[in-house]
């Protein structure tokens, strides 16, 4: 019996070790089961991706409207709640809101690179660039470009010329009639537009004292001082000078190619007039000596003449860079003594506006205009702020009634004068 109980206990035995066996494969199946599962699931984590795209909207401007502000539209695809950093819970959704506050995100166009002060920004195409700011960049280089695609559409910039359009070869205001009789500035290029707005080609035209050559293409390619002998001339000249107002009439004068003669007076040279000095040979004006303290000439010595105007002309020499070539005396006072020892042509005037005592610039316009006859000589002084007020409109009145305004050398030259030293002028007709 004993033994009988003790196979009976083995059997038992073996049963309970084969049940815990199988009980330990089931565990085994299941561990292995969800060790699959979780597998598969960060497989489908990683796998787990959005797109994000940027689109960089297109703009059209004019040359003169003010810096552009470019305009980016972000939108997302795919999983936005996908954590990018699981601790701070920052998502696709947190980096598409970041981006459309324009965090993380830098727009370039080399437009800006183009903007001048007066002339605005270069007609033509420009390409508005986005992209993720250093910082961004850095993490997507770190991770997040295994989840998050980035997809990037440049946009489009085009400036548009300010005063109009071409049609073939004329141009056309915005309103769509031709610009006619005038310089047009396209691409950075100048072109003359003629009485029907077409570009001027392959011809010379005379504007102000400049003769204009265009080519074929309606380009610059030369200018040349030109004044036509048989065409009506003025010369004004200005005495007393330089004085605050030069700088503006010089700039009145070089807006419509006009020269005049100025007669300066050494005490009112300063250091800082080299500008005023140098703009004056630059726009093709005649520099005159007018005495250094603007004395009675007639009741000085030789020697007091000479140091009269000695003075003035190295000074005009040293901030121009070119000596004097006429001479004015103060007052238009001059005696034998004056001819003989002034050493330059003695200018006088025959239109005197009288401008020292007006005080108004209308007066001087309205003598200038009622006067100016071909060969004349005009006397003003560029010390009087009416005088330079009143060129602003008497020199495109006089260039419009057809006369050239010319230095004095040259109203001599093309009166067949040759100039001499010590001699009076008046006046050349
Ligand atoms: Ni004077």
């Known amino acids: 019996m004993p033994k009988e109980r003790n196979v009976l206990e083995k059997n038992n035995r073996r049963r309970e070790r084969k049940k815990i066996g199988r009980r330990m494969c089931y565990l085994l199946s299941f561990v292995l089961f969800l060790c699959i599962l979780s597998i598969i699931g960060i497989y489908k984590k990683v796998e787990a991706s959005s797109t994000i795209y940027i689109e960089t909207q297109d703009l059209i401007i004019y040359q003169d409207d003010k810096m552009p502000i470019f305009i980016t539209s972000i939108s997302a695809e795919g999983d936005t709640d996908y954590l990018l950093d699981v601790k701070s819970g920052y998502s696709v959704a947190s980096l598409v809101s970041d981006l459309n506050k324009g965090k993380g995100l830098e727009v370039e166009c080399t437009v800006y690179e183009t903007y001048q002060v007066g002339e ?45 359009y071409w049609e073939d070869d004329i141009f056309l205001s915005w309103k769509g009639e031709p610009l006619t009789n005038q310089w047009i500035k396209s691409e950075g290029i100048l072109y003359y537009l003629d009485s029907t707005g077409t570009k001027v080609v392959d011809t010379q035209v005379q504007m102000g004292m400049t003769l204009y050559t265009f080519d074929s293409e309606g380009q610059v390619s030369g200018t040349e001082r030109h004044i036509d002998p048989d065409k009506p001339m003025i010369a004004l000249t200005f005495d007393d000078g330089p004085g605050d107002y030069t700088m503006e009439l010089l700039q009145v004068l070089e807006e419509y190619d006009a020269a005049a003669t100025f007669f300066m007076q050494g005490v009112n040279i300063q250091e800082n007039d080299r500008e005023t000095l140098l703009k004056m040979v630059e726009i093709g004006c005649e520099l005159g000596n007018h005495s250094t303290y603007h ?30 070539t006429v001479f004015r005396p103060p007052y238009g006072a001059w005696d034998s003594e004056v001819k003989e020892t002034v050493g330059f042509p003695i ?5 005197d506006t009288l401008d020292w005592k007006t005080n108004s610039s209308e007066v001087v316009l309205e003598h200038v205009l009622s006067a100016a006859d071909d060969g004349d000589i005009i006397l003003m002084h560029d010390t009087k702020a009416w005088s330079v007020a009143a060129m602003i409109e008497a020199v495109p009145t006089l260039i419009e009634r057809g006369y050239q305004l010319v230095t004095i050398s040259e109203l001599a030259q093309y009166n067949g004068v040759e100039l001499e030293i010590g001699e009076p002028y008046y006046f050349f007709k």
Do not use: C, M
Not at 121 to 144: D, P, R, V
Not at 303 to 315: C, D, G, H, M, Q
């Open 120 to 164: 605005g920004f270069q007609e033509g195409e420009y390409l508005i660039e986005a992209h993720l700011s250093e910082e961004y960049q850095q993490k997507f280089k770190e991770g997040w470009s295994k989840n998050v695609k980035i997809k990037i559409k440049d946009g489009n910039l085009k400036v548009l010329n300010t005063s109009g």
């Open 347 to 351: 200018i006088l005037w025959n239109v």
């Open 295 to 324: 004395p009675d000439l007639t009741t000085l010595t030789a020697s007091e003449i000479e140091r009269e105007i000695n003075i003035t002309s190295a000074k005009i020499e040293e901030l121009a860079g070119t000596s004097p």
